[in-house]
């Protein structure tokens, strides 16, 4: 670090790449991970802006964290990158991470949705720095992204631990200042502290005094991570970034990330106390401002998990009875605080009856064609985690079964067993889902001796995510073309026996593809080609139009969930079914679902 | 007095430009001194979702970066729909500026939800606010599509009603945007310029 000439400038981020600056900061040599919002983009900007750090988007989020472990094992910095419910998958290893002897600081950092911007179910990650025993922080803006990235890395090898850096999509999306140094030089840190690093299973059986666990080559590897956490949990209450700030003595609150400036706006006199790190908690400023005001309170995002554990200190606070959870409430806005804490606030309501927005898929859209042969054969299936599952809505009503990330083969097969194969349920899965957990289901299909149908949506990228590589892309950070994985050969050597791949615009081939493995008593893989329009602005064919003297208004045109087509009120009042030609890509699905021809190009 | 500071929403639909907007807003405000916060609220994925831009610029730090309902000075709107669905953010004194643009909602396309039977442009003349109204239909141009810079227009607006230097708007928009879209972007504001001389004049 050269500090001579330090030159600070502000410079406005957002709270990933605040995360990503964070990590250059604090030397890190190996970022991994797996997209997933809000926090994708602290990768982006890391490998965009910081060539020095060895990036890599994995196959899934438990690879993912594998490699970091393995990079930090080695002795050097490193970081995972997922969404909470990435974390589901990878916390299998961060339980063997966790307790274990840690070399180079291991930092998880997570993205939690919180107000369900990305629409997935409503997950906290603190739940796993309970379950694991491990730490975590959370930053209230993006300055402090930055540096509570570097503190992580520095408790995660003082106190021997993984840490978790929480980050919402609210601190994700939100852009503000952060001081920087312009001269500062990346340098990276390395340290090799411990020869050797098991997972909590060995070390339980010291702990246990199980007979032969004193055996050196043993207490080698024992670290007490209890005492560990109890030490940072006793140092916490010295920790910078835990600030008590007294003042008024009528109310206190207790709280962390965005809802601190919620808390601070709304209730200015308020005492507070902001916890940078909310897991372990610093007891001793807890009683502080316990005894300092009349009432506490805990104001979180997420679930009750700081009331619950401060609770379990003996400490009363009112949470979660004034402020209801989810699903009553997906995120702490500054209006709830308000509503509930000052007396005689306005209450303002939005106006009544304004149309919802339902997602739909970009024009020309491969998964179209899938959605609308399903729908027009009554073929049932399940859908994976893809920009497809909008088919599920109920605008569309192309799938019937949708669940988590990689699930869709799995899921069609255990159906198919369940009624004897008797009626084939398709898993449909893009080529992410398939590289990401789906190739399990596909290898447990086969040797189980299942008859299941697999479509496999190669758009060559993470559409969803907005358009970032897998194995069968042909681009990437670490890409060579030689290192390019082929679906259709995968699939023949895990034993699939019918394999047909087809470009999702040959409507007909494809509707015949589809059938025919429908039909086959075999297992069958249909692959679907066609780049994402979106992610690699595919050129445009001539836009396709409706003549409204045989449009009949039947609306199978709009079934198909095309964003180009749009039902419109013109200035008379009159509806007339359209196709905006801005939109439109001419891929002329719209067409063959018009049964009165008046959809041409 | 001196401006110590403002709450503004901006709202459309994806594809609008509407982080490009706050983007270059937020350079005028820097430029000003001011610190400022934007949020930034994006729907379900990049198709046809709402997209709603908390911007907080003051002479003191910002701290939510939320703004309270009824805490709103100006809403920014390049869609009508999303316009009324903050209409009650805004101050007592709030002012809108909306487009009458429209992308109907794919709950109405789909008949899951049946539309206002109010047009909405009245719905927004009505709500009691002082509004800009502006109509890309009646606004076409031959060096521009305003389809697609609606927000070029309504920032060249909004500088004009603040009385705001063109001059500096007008450089920050060049050195934003590609080399290949700064024309038509400038003949935008332009256009932006002459619709509010004559709506505020
Ligand atoms: C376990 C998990 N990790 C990450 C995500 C975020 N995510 C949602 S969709 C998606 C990409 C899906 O890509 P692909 O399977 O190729 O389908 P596509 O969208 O390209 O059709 C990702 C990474 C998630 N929902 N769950
Ligand atoms: S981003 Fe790509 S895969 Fe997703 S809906 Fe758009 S075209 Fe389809
Ligand atoms: S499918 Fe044909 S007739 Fe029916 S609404 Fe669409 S264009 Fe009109
Ligand atoms: S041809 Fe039809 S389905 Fe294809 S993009 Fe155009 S409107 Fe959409």
Redesign the interface.
């Known amino acids: 670090m050269k500090k001579e000439n330090k030159i600070t400038t502000l410079k406005m981020m957002n709270g990933n790449e605040a995360v990503a600056r964070g990590a250059f900061e604090a030397g890190v040599k190996v970022a991994s991970g797996f997209p997933g919002t809000p926090s994708t983009e602290v990768m982006d900007y890391t490998q965009q802006r910081y060539p020095d750090i060895y990036c890599e988007w994995s196959t899934n989020e438990k690879v993912g964290l594998e490699v970091a472990i393995g990079a930090s094992f080695a002795g050097y910095r490193s970081l995972a990158v997922m969404k909470t419910v990435g974390l589901h998958v990878a916390a299998d290893a961060l339980g063997g991470a966790a307790g274990s002897q840690i070399n180079g600081g291991l930092v998880l950092v997570v993205g939690d949705d919180v107000g369900r911007i990305a629409g997935d179910d409503y997950n906290d990650v603190r739940h796993y720095g309970n379950m694991f025993n491990i730490p975590v922080l959370e930053p209230s803006d993006s300055q402090e992204a930055k540096d509570l990235m570097v503190r992580a890395f520095e408790i995660s090898e003082e106190y021997s631990t993984p840490v978790i850096l929480k980050i919402t999509s609210v601190i994700c999306k939100t852009t503000s200042s952060v001081a920087i140094d312009e001269n500062y030089t990346y340098e990276v840190k390395c340290r090799k502290k411990y020869p050797v690093s098991f997972s909590k299973v060995i070390m339980t059986t010291m702990m246990m005094n199980a007979k032969g666990s004193e055996h050196p080559k043993l207490i080698k590897c024992f670290q007490d991570f209890p005492a560990q956490m109890k030490r940072l949990a006793a140092d916490s209450n010295n920790f910078g970034i835990n600030k008590l700030e007294l003042k008024g003595k009528k109310i206190g609150v207790i709280t962390a990330g965005t809802p601190y400036f919620y808390t601070k706006e709304v209730l200015p006199d308020a005492s507070i106390l902001k916890l940078g790190m909310v897991m372990p908690l610093p007891e001793k400023l807890i009683r502080e401002l316990a005894e300092h005001v009349e009432q506490l309170y805990v104001i979180e995002d997420g679930h009750d998990i700081m009331e619950k554990n401060i609770k379990d200190l003996g400490i009363s606070v009112i949470g979660k009875e004034l402020f209801p959870k989810f699903p009553e409430m997906t995120r702490f806005t500054p209006d709830i605080i308000e509503e509930k804490l000052v007396p005689n606030a306005p209450k303002r309501t939005p106006m009544e009856g304004i149309p919802f927005r339902l997602p739909v898929s970009c024009a020309g859209c491969s998964h179209l064609f899938i959605s609308q042969i399903l729908r027009n054969h009554k073929i049932k299936a399940a859908s994976d985690v893809t920009c497809g599952l909008i088919g599920c809505f109920p605008h569309m009503e192309a799938y019937q079964l949708q669940k988590c990330m990689g699930s869709s083969i799995a899921l069609a097969h255990g159906f198919n067993v369940a009624t004897d194969h008797k009626e084939k349920f398709v898993g449909m899965i893009g080529d992410g889902g398939f590289w990401a957990t789906g190739i399990n289901g596909l290898m447990n299909l086969i040797f189980n001796d299942s008859q299941s149908t697999t479509i496999i949506v190669d758009n060559s990228c993470l559409a969803m995510t907005g358009g970032q590589h897998v194995a069968s892309s042909e681009f990437g950070f670490n890409y060579k073309p030689e290192n390019k994985l082929e679906i259709a050969k995968v699939c023949e050597a895990i034993g699939v026996k019918d394999i047909v791949t087809v470009d999702a615009y040959e409507f007909e081939n494809l509707e015949k593809a589809i059938l025919n493995a429908v039909k086959a008593n075999t297992n069958s893989v249909v692959i679907v080609e066609k780049p994402c329009v979106t992610k690699f602005k595919l050129p445009k064919g001539d836009a396709y139009s409706i003549d409204q003297d045989l449009c009949t208004q039947c609306r199978k045109c709009i079934k198909i969930g095309c964003l180009a087509i749009e039902s419109k009120k013109g200035k008379d009042g009159k509806v007339e079914i359209v196709i905006n030609e801005d939109l439109c890509v001419g891929c002329g699905l719209c067409s063959t679902a018009c049964k009165f021809d008046a959809i041409k190009s | 007095m001196q401006d110590t500071g403002k709450n503004i929403i901006i709202a459309g ?1 994806g594809g609008q430009g509407i982080l490009l907007f706050s983007n270059l807003l ?1 350079k005028y405000y ?1 430029k000003l001194g001011y ?16 997209v709603e831009s908390h911007f907080r610029y003051s002479n003191k730090p ?5 703004i ?3 805490d709103v000075d100006y809403l920014l709107s390049f869609e009508q ?1 999303e316009t ?2 903050y ?3 805004l101050k007592d004194d709030g002012i809108v500026f909306s487009s009458t643009f429209e ?14 039977p109010e047009s909405k442009t009245e ?1 927004i003349k009505k709500s009691g606010k002082k509004t800009f109204i502006v109509d890309p239909d009646e606004n076409k141009s031959s060096d521009f599509d305003i ?2 810079m609606m927000n070029i227009v309504m920032l060249a607006f909004y500088a004009e009603f603040r009385g705001y230097s063109h001059e500096e708007m007008i450089q920050i928009v060049k050195e934003s945007v590609p080399g290949k879209f700064v024309e038509g972007n400038i003949k935008a504001y332009e256009k932006g310029i002459s619709i509010a001389r004559a709506k505020l004049a």
């Open positions: 639909v937020s820097m610190e400022l916060k934007i949020s930034d609220v994006i729907g379900l994925g990049q198709r046809g979702g709402g910002v701290l939510s970066p939320f309270k309902a009824g729909t009324l669905r209409l009650h953010c992308l109907s909602t794919s709950s109405v396309n789909t008949r899951l939800e049946k539309d206002m719905l389809s697609k």
